[in-house]
Nanobody
Framework: EVQLQASGGGLVQAGGSLRLSCAAS????????IGWFRQAPGKEREGISF????????YYTDSVKGRFIISRDNSKSTVYLQMNDLKPEDTAVYYC???????????????????WGKGTLVTVSS
């Protein structure tokens, strides 16, 4: 059974940093891409970062590019999202997700992925 668990959220002041973790189980980790998504209150879910399978590279949406860094530790089946220079507009519930299909990053970022973990709340105060 595919399982994902996001953690690491919390309350931080603007300009601060947080590192989110996404622990995965139930599948061969390196064979799957992992995406980070967020949903702010009253807004649609947004795909913000993506780590492709088998060393295929990383992607960031423009709003987080240069501030967030995605990395993965295949030995721990964990993906991290280092979030720096946080802004109040980064306040959201953050989710990690994965997918067994082969639709590709643009599809996933726009439409979401097949398996989701429970979210972790990030609150950035001004």
């Amino acid at each position: 059974e595919v399982q994902l668990q996001a953690s690491g959220g919390g309350l931080v002041q603007a300009g601060g940093s947080l590192r989110l973790s996404c622990a995965a189980s139930g599948f061969t980790f390196d064979d799957y891409a992992i995406g980070w998504f967020r949903q702010a209150p009253g807004k649609e879910r947004e795909g913000i970062s993506f780590s492709d399978k088998r060393g295929g590279g990383a992607y960031y949406t423009d709003s987080v590019k240069g501030r967030f860094i995605i990395s993965r530790d295949n030995s721990k089946s964990t993906v991290y999202l280092q979030m720096n220079d946080l802004k109040p507009e980064d306040t959201a519930v953050y989710y990690c997700a994965t997918d067994a299909r082969s639709y590709g990053r643009p599809w996933y970022m726009a439409r979401g992925m097949e398996y989701w973990g429970k979210g972790t709340l990030v609150t950035v105060s001004s």
